[in-house]
């Protein structure tokens, strides 16, 4: 079955405790990307990528980082985590370069940061 | 960056009316625009998009219009049923050197009474 997943699914840790939220496709998409989303704010990019190795700054990069090291596998990592991190997280995935397709979303990793 | 704004942020409609979502967007490079439906505690779905070279776009009950020289694209659904209540979210994407950023609207929480 073509699909997003994450891990973990709700993740509840403390300030300055490095995470890692893994993200994998399984339909050979070039395009992936990162997504918190917080009530009234809609969604908003963290990070994407084009292709292994090729990763840019979405509209809220700050406290992150990714890599994209195989095709199939994005995670995002929080060194060091903040309260105003906690937010609902998705990661999704598009086959082509320039945009204009369809982004298929994972299921959202639910993190809180005491 | 690219500014996507949402309106109206609710809408209670009546089943078998019709609903109406508006967007604006600020950058007039932007080229594709998708929006999605997110039901509670699920991940958003696309369920139409447009691309800068066409004015409109139907499926079935679903119809997407864009005004490229005022910047707005709409989205309208007729003959409204529960099942369609869900968060809307509007996108706007804007090519960035070789890739796309993408923009959300802060979402529409549409209710369709039976």
């Known amino acids: 079955e073509a699909q997003v997943t994450q891990n973990p699914r709700y993740l509840i840790t403390v300030t300055g405790k490095k995470l890692t939220v893994t993200c994998s496709q399984n339909?050979?998409?070039?395009?992936m990307s990162w997504y918190r989303q917080d009530p009234g704010l809609g969604l908003r990019q963290i990070y994407y990528?084009?292709?292994?190795?090729?990763?840019d700054k979405g509209d809220v990069p700050e406290g992150y980082k990714v890599s994209r090291k195989e095709k199939r596998n994005f995670p995002l990592i929080l060194e060091s985590p903040s309260p105003n991190q906690t937010s609902l997280y998705f990661c999704a995935s598009a086959l082509g370069l320039a945009g204009g397709n369809e982004q298929f979303f994972g299921p959202g990793t639910r993190l809180t940061v005491l | 960056g690219e500014n996507v704004e949402q309106h109206p942020s609710t809408l209670s409609v009546q089943e078998g009316d019709s609903a109406v979502i508006k967007c604006t967007y600020s950058d007039s490079a932007s080229n594709y625009f998708p929006w999605y439906k997110q039901e509670l505690g699920k991940r958003p779905q696309l369920i139409i998009d447009i691309r800068s070279n066409v004015g409109e776009k139907k499926d079935q009950r679903i119809a997407v219009t864009l005004n490229k020289t005022a910047k707005h694209f709409s989205l309208h659904i007729t003959e409204t049923q529960p099942e369609d209540s869900a968060v809307y979210f509007c996108?706007?994407?804007?090519?960035?050197?070789?890739?796309?950023?993408?923009?959300f609207g802060s979402g529409t929480k549409l209710n369709v009474k039976p």
């Open positions: 996108a706007a994407s804007t090519p960035w050197s070789n890739f796309n950023k993408f923009y």
């Open positions: 339909m050979n998409h070039e395009y």
């Open positions: 990528s084009m292709n292994v190795e090729v990763t």
